[in-house]
């Protein structure tokens, strides 16, 4: 999944990505029975969040978790470890 900043990258920390005002949090979800990797993201420099989104949700139902967050010329790219048919 990547997600377009509107600013220049400022870093990235473990489980957050920034640029200026622009903050992205990513996390897996532990308190569902499957857990799944969800987003949130902030336009005023992490006062405020939207609403959580799931990102790593393919309909297969099997668990999605360590989400890893990278930012890079404008752009953000979010990966994760997904579960195995085979666990």
């Not at 790219?77 to 048919?85: D, F, G, P, R, V």
């Amino acid at each position: 999944v990547q997600l377009a900043l509107d600013e220049a990258s400022a870093g990235a920390a473990r489980g957050a990505a920034a640029a200026v005002s622009r903050v992205v949090v990513a996390w897996d979800d532990g308190t569902v029975r499957v857990p799944q990797v969800r987003v949130r993201r902030s336009s005023d420099g992490g006062r405020t969040f939207g609403p959580a989104a799931t990102a790593s949700d393919d309909g297969s139902g099997r668990a999605a978790t360590f989400p890893v967050l990278a930012a890079s010329g404008g752009r953000l790219a979010l990966a994760w470890t997904a579960e195995t048919a085979a666990h």
